[in-house]
């Protein structure tokens, strides 16, 4: 089993920038991809961005050259860095890791005021 759990979330205006963390309960390096989830109110949970074990990073259309997502595996921490955001970024972001089976961080508020 795999626990996940977020921070960094907040409220932010327009342009600005947050870095959200993601600590795993045990080696991301087994764990393999780790993933960045967002929900907005009234949509469905949509893949933000991904990095594989190998340091490899794909990333939604819409934050591509505004979020970077990284690892630590010597520290089990997956982050993202989100630059210029904007209201449209506004939701819960979860950590999601899938090791056997999905899991998921309990999630981290954004909002984002224009």
């Known amino acids: 089993q795999v626990q996940l759990v977020e921070s960094g979330g907040g409220l932010v205006q327009a342009g600005g920038s947050l870095r959200l963390s993601c600590a795993a309960s045990?080696?991301?390096?087994?764990?393999?991809?780790m993933d960045w989830y967002r929900q907005a109110p009234g949509k469905q949970r949509e893949l933000v961005a991904t990095?594989?074990?190998?340091?490899?990073?794909n990333y939604a259309d819409s934050v591509k050259g505004r979020f970077t997502i990284s690892r630590d595996n010597a520290k089990n921490m997956v982050y993202l860095q989100m630059n210029n955001l904007k209201p449209e970024d506004t939701g819960v972001y979860y950590c999601?890791?899938?090791?056997?089976?999905?899991?998921w961080g309990q999630g981290t508020q954004v909002t984002v005021s224009s």
């Open positions: 045990r080696s991301i390096f087994f764990i393999g991809a």
């Open positions: 990095i594989s074990r190998d340091v490899l990073a």
């Open positions: 999601h890791a899938t090791f056997g089976a999905d899991y």
